[in-house]
């Protein structure tokens, strides 16, 4: 009856590495769960999650090098600091349906997107917004900016700003 210590230590172990792994499990779902809300960047923009089978062509740096390379900047080695990075469903509304006006643009229910749940990452910093006009300005402000890159072509769809919700 001596291997009984052993038994019990093992087990004990055994019951220790599930225990961790399904508090692993339980911390990543809930993280999962709360990036599922759908960011409204401004009146036009909205930012989804992605499905959970998304698989981008390209990593968010090499998005982010692709969509600068136009600027003839240093390549980047990093996502610079202070620069977030999301992955989700970028739509972009034009308004409501306008006939033969709307050439081009993806017309849904109504509806006339210049792009509809397209795989995008999201990046995005805090800022100074500045707004108005020379007859009514608007002090500076803080917003973030924002800027969508096609997650698998590297090219910019759009740079805005707002007050995410």
């Not at 900047?73 to 308004?95: D, E, F, N, Q, Y």
């Amino acid at each position: 009856m001596r291997l009984r210590g052993p038994f019990l230590t093992i087990g004990a172990l055994g019951l220790a590495v599930v225990a961790v792994g399904l508090v692993a499990a339980w911390t990543s779902i809930g993280r999962a769960h709360s990036m599922l809300a759908t960011i409204k960047i401004n009146s036009a923009v909205t930012f989804a999650a992605p499905p959970s089978d998304a698989m981008p062509a390209l990593t968010a740096l090499q998005a982010l090098r692709r969509s600068e390379a136009h600027l003839g900047a240093r390549r980047l080695a990093a996502i610079p600091p202070g620069l977030s990075v999301k992955l989700g469903l970028l739509t972009l509304l034009v308004g409501p349906n306008c006939g033969v006006e709307c050439h081009g643009l993806i017309v849904k229910n109504g509806l006339a997107y210049q792009t509809l749940n397209e795989l995008a990452y999201g990046y995005n910093g805090p800022s100074t917004c500045v707004g108005g006009n020379p007859i009514n300005p608007v002090p500076p402000h803080p917003c973030t900016e924002w800027e969508f890159v096609d997650a698998n072509t590297g090219h910019m769809i759009i740079a805005t700003s707002g007050h995410p919700s």
